[in-house]
């Protein structure tokens, strides 16, 4: 599976939207992007995901580029609740349906 | 749905103990996943199992760990004997074969 890089920490203010980056240039054509997300002392949730086209849902958006190299979550009106570390995965289905979680992103949603 | 069913939620045990936990995937998902996850190291696979047969143990840590499916129900982890680096939290997941997986709340094991 390709790797993927993500920003530490990141903030963001309550009410706006929160754009959380992912950098996966090692991707091929067959790699889907996932997303899942951790609020403290919970198991991960899954968010969303996608091949090449743009998805959404009504948790967030996930924005691919047209290179497939890197990707964009977007909450579109982030709450406190949504304070947890995004984690963006790159997975080839037919490796089976393991999941490698990285270091993620820790999002903040300030008051 | 009561989503992926872990128990128990806590356990503290002393070294040299032997402890199980245990998993009840969500009802018609045939792929079960056992992760670890500390401060240090994050989340990590330990095993998946794809109807009922394990397909990849090669994040098991060491023959200390053993990993059952008697069934589509139900799964276990078992650590005999446990050590104090074994202190964790040990989440199980489910998914449809390709599907996103769904976490349950895991179980936080503390070996004194």
């Known amino acids: 599976d390709a790797k993927t890089t993500q920003p530490t920490s990141m903030d963001c203010a309550e009410g706006r939207a929160a754009n959380l980056p992912c950098n996966h240039s090692t991707i091929s054509g067959n790699e889907y992007v996932y997303w899942y997300r951790q609020i403290h002392s919970q198991g991960p949730q899954y968010i969303i995901h996608g091949l090449k086209n743009n998805e959404t849902n009504e948790m967030a958006s996930l924005i691919i580029t047209e290179d497939r190299k890197s990707s964009t979550l977007i909450l579109p009106h982030a709450t406190l609740r949504d304070t947890a570390v995004y984690y963006c995965?790159?997975?080839?289905?037919?490796?089976?349906?393991?999941?490698?979680f990285g270091t993620g992103t820790s999002l903040t949603v300030i008051p | 749905d009561a989503g992926v069913i872990q128990s128990p939620r806590h356990e503290v045990t002393e070294m040299g103990q032997e402890v199980t936990l245990r998993c009840k995937p969500i009802s018609g998902h045939n792929s079960l996943f056992w992760y670890r996850q500390t401060m240090m190291r994050g989340l990590e696979l330990l095993i998946y199992f794809n109807n009922n047969v394990p397909i990849d143990d090669s994040g098991m840590p060491e023959d200390r760990f053993s990993a059952k499916m008697p069934n589509a129900s139900f799964s276990t982890l078992k650590i005999q004997p446990s050590e104090p680096r074994d202190s964790a939290v040990y989440f199980c997941?489910?998914?449809?074969?390709?599907?996103?997986?769904?976490f349950g709340p895991g179980t936080r094991l503390t070996v004194t």
């Open positions: 997941a489910s998914s449809r074969s390709t599907s996103e997986q769904y």
């Open positions: 995965i790159v997975r080839t289905p037919n490796t089976g349906n393991q999941f490698y």
